[in-house]
Structures are given as structure tokens and as C-alpha cells.
């Protein structure tokens, strides 16, 4: 009878032993964890300048009178500049004299940390302010006004602008006080910001672009008015490349998906860095189309990466890890240094840009969604299967990474001849003349008006006059059978469409949210 009821005794204890060992397994499992013990994260010692995520999509030089050029890119960059050393001999050009966004951050923060008045100003000012010599800065998505300002000033500060900007204009007049303007081209919104602050930065960088640029060359750019032989009938200031006889072609490359499944030992290689020393704990799962699947736990976390070369990671919401909720800033801190240890940036942080961003909620835990897109040889990229702006998605709860999307293209390679016989639409691209910008709207009219017409549910009888609609013309390198070809890009109205720089022909178009 003792010898039972030791025997129970020795079975109770081992089956508490069991569950205080299972216990310690859960909390300190390296990196593939369930439940985290650190809520907190210190966002200081990230070393992460927000600031480089939150550039330009691209900048517009107004050199005056009426003529523009437009960097997708730093014209460092696209000019192939390296060198940080002084000018000597040897040293013809510095990348500092014409690095724009660095020197529209510094002068920034300087005339945003001093104290300014802030003034609404009208879109007739807004456009007559624009054809003076100034520096413009596009924004890909609309930012609150407050939050960009904190974000290069550095600190939080008693900001006067809560409104979403998506513009920015600095002055470069000679001896004047260079007033700062932030605006909203969606809306029609615009203020200017008055300083005190006397600066002749923004001069200098612009007559440094133009004096490089008349030996390397850079595109004009011009109204899209002022090409019509009658500009009162087509009342526009959208700005449009100008390309002359026998200018030097934009070529088409080879760049492969970065994700590639046939590639078995990269695959697990790419899930180990999600999942870390717990790999041995993760399920995989090969599904028919060549999609690989890995699945920790009951589904607590996933991996899964397709045949077309898109990475997704999903996590369950963790109340252990959304106990406290980051603000923008410090979210955007958080989603970068996510990306670079998971497998970096397509490029550099410098060739990448915040492309739209969301606020979301799970499980009553608020937080954010922040979509980047990244420039490839001076030029953003459009993928088809999931459109331009979002090559990576990170979601954040809390201080919890919740959802991780990533399609992106491997380093460009200029195609070689069996590429360029295999797709004909490349032959002979180093001897055709890029077609211009107005014969492509012509030779797509009826097109044009057709699908406004569908998807607009407009009448047919009425008057409508497609150069007005028109809100945005520029070049995306458009991925099509792991190749990249140049392509005129064409917001017209919400529909954005997408037409060969040589041909004219349409490939595809879009509709805007």
C-alpha cells in the first residue's frame, strides 16, 4: 500500500516538474518566442535616421522662367558622383554640392526649429510661386504636417500644421528671406511658413545642378500648357518630360525576383532568419504551384513565400507584446529595423521611401501599417501584381511586428542579346527616339475616354477634354517577365496608366484609391 501511494507521489512531482520546465520553454525560446517577457522597447537606441524614409519621391528644380528638371533619384546618383573630397584638379564635383534632400533636411530643421508664422495662401499663388527659382519636393503619400516636422527637427515640438502635406517648396530667391511653403496638391491646401531666417543654400545647390548638369545632362522638363500651340485651351501646369530627336535612350534590364522557390536551401536559409534557433519547431508545408509555407505552432506565426516572388509573414496578436502603443515616429523606427534585420533594404534606406501608410486595429490594440517603394536607376518601380507603391508592407501592433510583405527585384543587369531575342519589344531600343508625351495621348484617346467614360459613369455627350483630367505624367520602370522596361507613367483623373516609351502601346492601367 506505501509502495502505491510513493509511487503516485513520484508521479504528481514529475508531472509538476513537467509543466514548470514546459513553462521556462515558452518564455525563453530564442527569438521564435510565444510569449515575450520584454513589453518595452527602447526606440532611442535604434540607430535608424526616420528621416531617410520619410524623402521625397521626388524632387523638382525650378530653374525660373518656366523650364524644370525632376530627380527621382539624388543627382549624385544618377550623375554617378562618389566622391566627398574637395574640388581640386583631379576632383571636378563634390556629391555634397548637389545631395538635395541632406541639404533641404539642414535647412529645414534650422528654419522649423527658430519659429515661424504660418499664413494659408491659394493655389494661384501656390503655382505662381512654383515658376520662381525653389526646390519642390513631392511626397508619394500624404504625412500630417506635425509629425514631418518633429521627424526633422529631431524632437517634438508646438507644431502649427496638423493638416496631411504632400508638398514641399523652398524658395531660392537671391537676398531675400526664404520662405518655406507646405502644401496639399490632392486638396488644393497650401501654407506658407515665414521666418526670419536668411539662407542662401538652396540657390547654391540649384546653380550647382544646373552647372553640372550642362555637362552630364539632365532631362527638361516643361507645362504641360505651354506644348500647345493654343495653351488657353488646355489649362494646365502638370509638368512633362521633353525628349528631342536622338536623346539618349532610357534602356530596358533583366532583374529577377529576389524570392525564388526552385532555390530550396535560399528558402530555408530566408525562414531561418524568421524563425532563428526554433526552426526545428516549424512545420513545412509544399503546396502544388511551388509556394512554401512554414508554420510555427498553431499557426502563432507563418512564413510563406510564392512563386512570384512574394514574401509574407504573419503573427498572431500577442497581448504580452501589445501592451504599449509607439507613435508614428517611433513605429517607423521599429518597421525599419525590421526590414534590415530580415533582410534589408531592396537598394540602400536612401533609395527607399514611405509610400502610404494606414492606421489599424486587432484584437482592440491600435497601431500602424507603412508601405514603402524604392528607386531603381533614378526611376520608381511599378509591379503589376501588387502596384507601385508597396514593394514592403510592415504592420505594427503595439511593439509587435504582426504582418511582413516584401516583393522586390534582385540588382538590374542590362539584357543581353538572347534576352533581347527572346522579347522583341526590346530589339533595337538604343535606336529608337522615345515617344513623346503627346503623341502617346493621342495615339490613346479613345481609349482614354472610354475608360473614363466606364469607369467614371459619365455621359458620352458631354464635353470631355482629357489634357485637363490629367494630374500626373512622368517615367516608372514597369516589371513585366523578370525585365524592366521604361514606360510613361499617366494619372489621368483616378486611373493610372502605364504606355511604352518607345511604342505608345498600353500595357496596363489602374485605378486609384
Known sequence: MRIEKLK??????????????????????????????ANDI???????????????QNFTISFGG???????????EVWNIASTLPKDSENTYNKKDIWIWETAKNVLKEHLGEGYEVQEIGYDQWIKIMKFKSLIMNFACEIPGDILIDALIGQKSDSKISERIDTILILAAEEEKNDIYFGNNEKNVYF???SGVLDNRIRILIENIEKVGQEKGYIEYVTLQSRYNTPS???????IPIFAEGSE????????????VSDKLAVKNQAYQFFGRTFDFVKEINEIDGTVIYMYGYGEKSLKLNKNGTLEYVEKVNKHK???????IDSLKLAAKFVEEKGKWPVNIKNTYLSDYELVEKNNKKGYRFSFNYRLKGFPIFIPDIGEDKGI?????????TYYKRIVKSPPQKLNDEEKGIFSIFNNEEDKDILNVLEVLIKNKEDIKDNYINLSQKDKDQGITIEELIKDIGIVYFSYKDKLIPVWEITIDNIVYYFDLYTGTRYTFTKKN
Open 393 to 401: 508592407e510592415v504592420e505594427i501592433i503595439g511593439n509587435q511586428i
Open 233 to 239: 485651351k488646355v489649362k494646365s501646369d502638370v509638368l
Open 322 to 328: 501589445t501592451g504599449s502603443h509607439l507613435d508614428f
Open 249 to 260: 535612350p532610357i534602356p530596358s534590364y533583366s532583374a529577377k525576383n529576389q524570392i525564388d
Open 66 to 76: 518656366g523650364t524644370y528638371t525632376v530627380f527621382f533619384s539624388e543627382p549624385y
Open 42 to 56: 527602447d526606440t532611442e537606441n535604434i540607430d535608424i535616421d526616420v528621416t531617410d524614409l520619410l524623402s521625397p
Open 192 to 194: 506658407k511658413l515665414k
Open 8 to 37: 503516485s507521489l513520484l508521479l504528481a512531482s514529475l508531472f509538476i516538474v513537467s509543466l514548470l520546465l514546459t513553462q521556462r520553454l515558452w518564455f525563453y525560446l530564442p527569438f521564435g518566442e510565444v510569449i515575450s517577457t
